[in-house]
């Protein structure tokens, strides 16, 4: 199978959003990710050749830190590499622009996540205890970073 890294554009947000519903607890609404293309965020697509997408990440530059705002993969698509993809993406994006770090949030219970973003260099900044709201249980956010170095511009995608 051969899998592209694009800009995601307008025509792919009902596929996108779609995939979204299926992955995340609290999915995005078209018109969530409309506004992030508006707002020329750095919007990733990973699509294979027959139009299906892989998977997806967002993140959005703040002052000189970008911050991860969401990023998935299709689950007959996990453990395959894409995810690492897509996060050292926008670290890519970062070195190039002699930005600071990447942030992100996460909730504490999802292993898959945690364990990807401590395999790429993300450290914990601190917990937002109950931040996820989901009555009858909230659930922390962990806040992640991690720093930009020179030798991320050189990652090979
Ligand atoms: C988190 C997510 C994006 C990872 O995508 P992926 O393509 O499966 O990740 P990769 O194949 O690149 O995995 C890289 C590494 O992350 C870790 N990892 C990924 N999935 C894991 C799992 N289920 N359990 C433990 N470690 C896992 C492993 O260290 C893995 O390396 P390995 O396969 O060599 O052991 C994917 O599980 C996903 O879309 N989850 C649902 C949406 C979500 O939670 N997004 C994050 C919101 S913050």
Known sequence: MRVSLLNMEEKHLERVSALDFKL????WSVSMFKE???????CRLLMNEYGVVVGYGISRLQVDEWHL????????FQRQGYGFQLVADVIRKAALGYNRSVLLEVRASNVSALTLYKKMGFETLYIREGYYKAPPLAEDAVVMSRRVQENDRKIFL
Request: net charge positive.
């Open 36 to 42: 992030e293309l508006r707002l020329r965020s750095f």
């Open 69 to 76: 705002l969401t990023v998935g993969v299709a689950r007959e």
């Open 24 to 27: 995340a607890q609290r999915p």
